[in-house]
Every structure is written in structure tokens, then in C-alpha cells.
């Protein structure tokens, strides 16, 4: 059969050279009203119209208009453009295959699914023709989806193990400090230089020898100071920036320096820490099964695309707007 634009096939996540050779000739942003409805592509022996494009593109460009400046927006848009026109045909194409293997939706479906939608908050109307189609064609998707992919997956107990010790970062359980603290709130805005200068004097008292919870219970004004400024345990990336900065290297017994935050003017005391541990693999089976499962539906969909479209006729009309410009069409040889 013959198949147009030979490259398109590999055309998965959008990394392909071809697409950015295209996109820098493509159509500029849909919102040029003076551009008239036309094919953009045909997909076997349907059509896809400009106008299928501006509904799928319309979001994403309104997102892209509030975020970028400059010159880059133009670019964005069309890369964004092209993207949409991939998913359309992506989308024509499983919507194909759902009819070819005779897969189904009832009404009835369609209607409970909107309900729910309608519940959830969502603008999907029983009584708008689009609005049920649109649904019509999700639920079709997923069961297409599920037939070719989902309900062909299985995932033994030995890739998951190797699945653990490969990524046995994803399963550590963080570094835990025990801490003790010593902080000082500034009375006023311009207190900061009469906060500094007792925790100084804090300091001094420590690096004379004085027992950190009789330093903590004279200077500190936290709420445990009566208890030696003990904050108990704290896991590793809970703590502000500033003081995480400040502990990451003291050992059991360490003080810090004189920390400056948000919080105000402390001095840390490092009781006792923890090493990052790492979940047994049974306590982590069921998210490694997870994880797996949803790595091998990823591999085998994009396999599956390939597939529809190394079969399928696809033809992608291209216009390059410019003054005098003639519409033009890529074609391979047959």
C-alpha cells in the first residue's frame, strides 16, 4: 500500500528531524482569520480539516500566548500546531482500528459516562451531538486501547525484582536528623542587628563549653526552649533551605553556625541522624508493580502506533502562507 512520508512512522514524541524540518515551513498560528477551512491531512480515506486542528490546537495556544513572549512564541505555536495534528492523526487512526475489529460503545454507556462528567463538574452537555460524540470516541479509545495493549500485559515477579535493584533510588527513605535548636525573633523590623547580637552571645557561651539546653533555655525564644530547644526528628528535605544547608554535613554533637532565615535568627544543634534507608522489596512490590505495568503499556502503545501507521495512508497538505504563496502538498514516490 502505498504510504506517504516514510519518516512519519517514527514520528513518537515528536523528536523526529522530519517533524522539525516541516514545522519550519507549516502554517503560522491558526489565529490568522483570513485563512479559509481546508484539508491539512488525509488519514486512509479520511480527511482532517483545518478547522479539526484549531479545536485541538485552541488551548494550548491560548496557554502558550499567556507564557511566552519574544521572539520564540511563533516558533512555540507551530511546534505546538504540528503536536496537535500528530494527536488528530494518532486519534484517527486507533478510531479506525476500533471499527475494523468491530469495537463498540452502547448508548447507554455514553450517557452514564456523561452523567458522571456532568457530576464532576465538567461542561459535557446529554442534549450537544459534539459533546456526546466527543465522549463516544473516548470510551471507543480506551477499549481499543485495552484490547490491543492493556489486556496484553504481564508482568512476572522477576522484572519486578530487577526493576527494584535498578531503581532502588525511587524506594529510599530519606536522612533523618534529630535536632535541638536555639532561635531568636528580631522584636521589630529593625531589630535584626539587636537579634544577631544575642545570638552571638549564645555562641560564645557554647564555644566556652556551656551546655547547649542551658544556652537554649537563657537566649532562645521557641517554644521548647524549656526543654533544652529539642525539635525531635525531622526527615531530610523538610527543613527550610537555609537550615537543611546548614545541618547536611554536622555530625552527632555538631553545632552550626548562626543561621539567618525566615524564621529568624538560629543556631542548630545535630542530636543524631539516621542514614537514607531503603524499602524492602516487599513493602514496595505493589508500587514496583505499578510502575512496570505502566512502563510496558507505554512501550507496547507507541509500538502499536507505529504499527498503525506503517500500514496506513497518510498524507499531510502543507502551505506556506507568505505573500504570493501557492498551496503545495508532500508526497513520497509511490
Known sequence: MKRV???????VRFKVPL?????????PAFSEAHLQDRIVAIVNSELIMLSDVKREFKTEQERLSREHRGNDLPQRLKTAEYMALTKLIERRLQLQEAKAKKVEVSDLEVKQALEQMKRQGSPFDLTNA??????????LLTRVVDLHIRGNITVGDSELKRF??????????????QLSQ?????????????????ARRAMDDLKRGEKFEEVAMQYSDGANALHGGRLGWVRQGELLPAI????????????????????????????????????RYEDARREIQELVYRQKSDDMYQ???????????IE?????????????SVRSTP
Request: net charge neutral; aromatic share 8%; no cysteine.
Open 244 to 279: 537543611e544547608q546548614a545541618v547536611a554535613h554536622l555530625v552527632p554533637g555538631g553545632i552550626s553556625n548562626i543561621i539567618e532565615s525566615s524564621e529568624g535568627i538560629q543556631i542548630i544543634r545535630m542530636d543524631d541522624r539516621k542514614p537514607k534507608q531503603f524499602r
Open 164 to 177: 527494584y535493584q535498578e531503581h532502588r533510588d525511587r524506594f529510599a527513605l530519606p536522612e533523618e536528623y
Open 5 to 11: 512520508l516514510p519518516s512519519f512512522d517514527r514520528l
Open 182 to 198: 536555639i532561635i531568636i525573633h528580631p522584636r521589630a523590623s529593625d531589630g535584626l542587628a539587636d537579634a544577631l547580637t544575642k
Open 130 to 139: 459534539n459533546h456526546v460524540q466527543t465522549v463516544r470516541d473516548q470510551l
Open 316 to 328: 499531510i497538505k502543507f502551505e506556506q502562507v507568505a505573500e504570493k504563496s501557492q498551496p503545495q
Open 303 to 313: 509500538s502499536w502506533l507505529i504499527e498503525l501507521k506503517n500500514k496506513a495512508y
Open 19 to 27: 517533524a522539525l524540518l516541516v514545522i519550519s515551513t507549516w502554517f
